[in-house]
Nanobody
Framework: QVQLVESGGGLVQAGGSLRLSCAASGLTLNNYDMRWYRQAPGKEREFVAH????????SYADSVKGRFTISRDNAKNAVYLQMNGLKPEDTAIYYCHARRWTSVYWGQGTQVTVSS
């Protein structure tokens, strides 16, 4: 059974940092394009960061560029999102997303709350 499990969310003050993890079972993340998305209350889910299959290209939403870093640890079969300089507007549920051709998987999400 394929499963993506996010962790690392929590409550942090503005300016603080969190590191989100996405651990996989039933699939090898190194074979997938990986993305992080987030969804704030009352808003649509939005793209945050993308790490392509080969790991050679990374892209970020403008709103997080320079503050967030996506990375992959193949040995641990995990993907991470390091979030620095957090702002109240970063408050959302963060989701891990894996895609390879027509195979798409989502995690259940982890809550990030940034207080001002």
């Amino acid at each position: 059974q394929v499963q993506l499990v996010e962790s690392g969310g929590g409550l942090v003050q503005a300016g603080g940092s969190l590191r989100l993890s996405c651990a996989a079972s039933g699939l090898t993340l190194n074979n997938y394009d990986m993305r992080w998305y987030r969804q704030a209350p009352g808003k649509e889910r939005e793209f945050v960061a993308h790490l392509i299959l080969s790991g050679g290209s990374i892209s970020y939403a403008d709103s997080v560029k320079g503050r967030f870093t996506i990375s992959r640890d193949n040995a641990k079969n995990a993907v991470y999102l390091q979030m620095n300089g957090l702002k109240p507007e970063d408050t959302a549920i963060y989701y891990c997303h894996a895609r390879r051709w027509t195979s798409v998987y989502w995690g259940q999400g982890t809550q990030v709350t940034v207080s001002s």
